[in-house]
């Protein structure tokens, strides 16, 4: 399994005018297997692998290519051969496509370090040290942990449109040293949870915890006031672009703060529990209407059940996710489904009598389904109305990021 982590990255002049060189070279090794491929009609040429092979005579003949370090040389070449893939696809789904082109320098802003040619060192705070073979150390911002599982099979440093550095690290973790998931017969609900995706910005758990959505209203605020000043821009005027990047910026900061705020719920909530179970949007999404609203947050709870998957296959947890399809309306108790419009938040069935906060309902619904599809019944000593939370914890969005925990 494989994903990645980015970080701030906080070169020096000097390392920073080093980076830029050897991307520019790595762009030049770019354009120029493009050209071969193009125009050389050789034995070695049409695959990554194949093309690999070239780079012996490269540096014989362009020794600027013996600057860099040469597993990202080789690295830059399969990137070339990435793109190319990618465009036959497009082409397969009927797209218009047209051909690779050379990359300008603007184009072309980053490279990758493959397997060797570089360390991640001095992890034990919140900054933490990369070195790059043949460019040096570089400051990086650790914010997040890499799982001590997790291997590091490359690192791609990127410079941004705004000027910002980054580093983001591929991580692969060993099959062997994963932990194994609990046997699905040792699930109760005791050690297992349903998740409620609330439409109103808030997860409800079936241990009866809300946990609030960041309040991100005043970078929105700020986002929508720097859209405005662009719009107000001429375009293509170098304040213009400088206005772009300023956008960029705040959206880049707002994406990264709910990314980072997702990763600690879901870190959280594999933990904690044995198994994890959450509605399955890519059935929801089709059973509601699509207001805009609905499908902003819907990009956002996908993200977070990636994650939340993600993290289970790490940390040795179920993750679930179940038909969503009536979570609201039935009852957890007896079955009975009764509508309820979305501003009565409360679940009274007139069948059994069962009374609940609705989305505590909709919870345990989540948590039944969870454990029928995973083959197992309802634990029969345990009522629903005694499985059912007595009352709600509320866990406010800043209590998530500065203890990085949902736990009392
Ligand atoms: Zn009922």
Redesign the pocket.
């Known amino acids: 399994m494989e994903c990645s982590h980015r970080y701030p990255a906080y070169p020096t002049q000097g390392v920073a005018a080093e980076l830029e060189r050897h991307i520019d070279i790595h762009r030049q090794a770019y354009n120029y297997t493009l050209y071969e491929y193009e125009n050389v009609d050789a034995e070695d040429i049409g695959s990554a692998y194949k093309h690999h092979s070239r780079l012996p005579d490269w540096k014989d003949e362009f020794p600027i290519f013996s600057e860099v370090n040469s597993k990202a040389l080789q690295r830059t070449v399969t990137r070339f051969y990435h793109n190319l893939d990618g465009l036959s696809e497009k082409k397969q789904n009927g797209r218009k496509v047209g051909k690779l082109k050379w990359k300008s320098p603007r184009e072309f802003q980053s490279m990758t370090f493959s397997q060797s040619g570089f360390e991640l060192k001095n992890t034990s705070g919140r900054h933490a040290t990369l070195w790059l073979s043949k460019i040096g150390d570089i400051n990086i911002r650790y914010h997040r942990d890499i799982p001590d599982e997790a291997s590091i099979k490359e690192v791609t440093v990127k410079k941004e449109t705004t000027g910002d550095w980054f580093v983001s690290f591929g991580l692969e973790s060993d099959e062997a040293d994963r932990p194994e998931k609990p046997d699905v017969d040792s699930l109760d609900s005791s050690n297992s949870i349903g998740v409620d995706l609330g439409i109103l910005n808030y997860i409800h758990t079936s241990d009866g915890k809300t946990v609030d959505w960041l309040d991100l209203e005043d970078k929105y605020e700020r986002l929508r006031r720097e859209q405005r000043k662009l719009s107000r821009k001429q375009k293509g005027s170098n304040n213009f672009e400088k206005q772009r990047r300023e956008v960029a910026k705040v959206k880049r900061h707002i994406r990264r703060k709910v990314l980072d705020y997702q990763h600690k719920i879901t870190t959280w909530l594999v933990r904690e529990y044995d198994a994890v179970f959450v509605e399955d949007l890519d059935v929801k999404g089709m059973l509601e209407d699509s207001h805009n609203a609905r499908n902003k947050q819907d990009a956002a709870w996908r993200q977070f059940i990636s994650l939340l998957e993600y993290k289970g296959e790490l940390y040795g947890t179920h993750v679930v996710q179940v038909e969503p399809e009536g979570t609201t309306k039935e009852?957890?108790?007896?079955?009975?489904e009764t509508a309820k419009p979305v501003w009565v938040r409360e679940h009274s069935?007139?069948?059994?009598?069962?009374e609940c906060d609705r989305d505590a309902n909709a919870a345990m619904n989540v948590l039944q389904r969870g454990f029928s599809e995973l083959g197992l019944g309802w634990p029969e000593d345990t009522p629903v109305e005694t499985a059912l939370p007595t009352d709600t914890t509320q866990v406010s969005a800043k209590r998530v990021v500065e203890a990085g925990s949902l736990g009392a």
Do not use: H, T
């Open positions: 009852c957890a108790s007896c079955g009975v069935c007139p069948s059994c009598g069962l």
